[in-house]
């Protein structure tokens, strides 16, 4: 039996737990919140042991993985312990806000020996896999993705200076995506706006425009917004997050619920849920096999410094070199 450890039981713990309980091969023995409540709500459902200190928890209980599900500034601190005391990890995303700090949290995990995938949940879909067969070896020449939501629906990410904004926490996920299609970025140039909901309390953006270059020789234009309304999540004909590739003779379009194919002689729709982060994040700590992982920290740290280049592209109106970007801040390249 896997003994898991939950830091965070908000709503990205409480996914992961639903996916969880349905295995017979894994206990969620010990959750941990700041706040109490719903620590004890998921503990009581899933028969764990309670903790409001997460270093309290490492430090009794013996856990075979830990799961970090909080706000993305608390990430960088937890990495360090989980680490040290070289348990088996699941990180949401974003890895941190800054790249070294990032950069070191790859350092402890990759030192430590562990197996961990960063929360990049879409890599491990069946779709994304069939995509990126049907693109593998063809050249591409354009990406189109966006993704359009309302106010997030939790302070922390709500808030810029604490979640790092739409791109790094969200438009993230599609550009790692676009990373997975069309290989490592070249440039970045950014433009935010906040247009919209300027005269509520809001500080974010709520419009923003990515161009991207591939050192492969793509483009790509990821869009998003932050000004729609909330009841949109409720409208079912509104695709609101799409990824078009474009390459040679294929056009593939993948959203979350499927994976549209565009070809001379056909257009075909795949649409098969398989493929489950929770459940293949198990089965490779079970395993012992890190191969099966499809979200390494040293990928997931790639896609994060195209997002926090695109914030520094937006603030400073600059185009910007992802090598000497990187270079900068690490003194070496990812
Ligand atoms: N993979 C995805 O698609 C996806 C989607 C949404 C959010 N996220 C990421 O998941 C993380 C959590 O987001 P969420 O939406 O679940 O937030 P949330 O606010 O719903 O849950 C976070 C929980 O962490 C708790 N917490 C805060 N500090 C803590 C600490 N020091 N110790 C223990 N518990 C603490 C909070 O009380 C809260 O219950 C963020 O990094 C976010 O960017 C990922």
């Known amino acids: 039996m896997l003994k898991i450890g939950m830091i965070g039981a908000g709503r990205m713990g409480n996914l992961h737990k639903s996916k969880l309980v349905t295995r017979d091969d894994v206990a969620i023995t010990a959750v941990c919140d700041v706040i109490e409540d719903r620590a004890l709500r998921m503990a009581r459902e899933v028969g764990a042991k309670t903790y409001c200190d997460y270093i309290e928890m490492l430090d009794n209980e013996e856990l075979d993985a830990v799961y970090i599900n909080t706000p993305t500034i608390t990430h960088p601190e937890m990495v360090k312990e989980v680490t040290r005391r070289k348990k088996h990890l699941f990180l949401e995303k974003p890895l941190a806000l800054d790249l070294k700090v990032a950069f070191e949290m790859k350092k402890q995990v990759e030192e430590s020996g562990i197996i961990c995938t960063v929360g990049h949940m879409y890599r491990y879909r069946e779709t994304v896999r069939q995509m990126l067969q049907l693109l593998a070896g063809k050249p591409v020449a354009m990406l189109n993705a966006y993704w359009y939501w309302t106010i997030p629906p939790v302070p922390h990410i709500a808030d810029k200076d604490i979640g790092g904004g739409p791109v790094v926490d969200q438009i993230v996920h599609l550009i790692d995506l676009c990373r997975l299609a069309a290989g490592e970025v070249d440039t970045v140039k950014a433009s935010y706006t906040l247009n919209c909901r300027k005269d509520e309390d809001f500080n974010n953006w709520d419009g923003y425009a990515v161009n991207l ?122």
């Open 213 to 334: 270059t591939f050192k492969g020789g793509a483009v790509a234009s990821v869009t998003g917004t932050l000004a729609l309304y909330k009841e949109m999540g409720t409208q079912t004909f509104m695709e609101n997050i799409v990824l078009d590739i474009a390459a040679k003779d294929i056009m593939t379009r993948f959203t979350p619920k499927a994976l549209q194919v565009f070809t001379p002689n056909k257009v075909e729709i795949i649409d098969t849920p398989a493929g489950d982060i929770d459940h293949v994040f198990v089965d490779a700590v079970k395993a012992n096999d890190p191969g099966m992982i499809k979200c390494l920290i040293g990928d997931a740290i790639k896609t994060l410094a195209v997002t926090l280049a695109a914030n520094h592209s937006a603030q400073t109106g600059q185009i910007v070199k992802m090598d000497d970007f990187i270079y900068e801040r690490l003194n070496t390249l990812l």
